[in-house]
């Protein structure tokens, strides 16, 4: 067969063991399989703020909201520490990243 473009899109937040996805990747990349993987992230994925909150309420939201945003972030830096490891990249996407986007970067030829 001839190699194919895999685009993995997922916010990787059940991975707690990243063994069977560095196995996963070491067979699609055997067989010259291009492996791109795309978290959605960021304020964008969090809801709206209510127009009635309260400005307590939404001090307290955008207290949550900075504190989520700050341990997603980590997360996703060390998730992509780990797939750079295993040979892939991991990009990150807004909300208003067209999906276009990410396939066309997923199947571009890569740098050498």
Sequence with gaps: RESRTVLVVS??????????????????????????????AGEDFIGRKSP????????????????????ESARLQEMRQNLASAGVGLHLASARDPAA????????????
Excluded: N, Y
């Design 52 to 71: 009635t909150a309260t400005a307590d309420e939404s001090a307290r939201r955008d207290a949550l909201v900075a504190l989520f945003t700050a341990d």
């Design 101 to 112: 986007r990410w396939l066309r970067r997923a199947a571009a030829p890569r740098a050498r």
């Design 11 to 40: 916010d990787l937040d059940a991975v707690r063991d990243f063994a069977p996805v560095r196995q996963a990747l070491g067979a699609l990349r055997q067989k010259r399989h291009r492996v791109t993987f795309v978290a959605p």
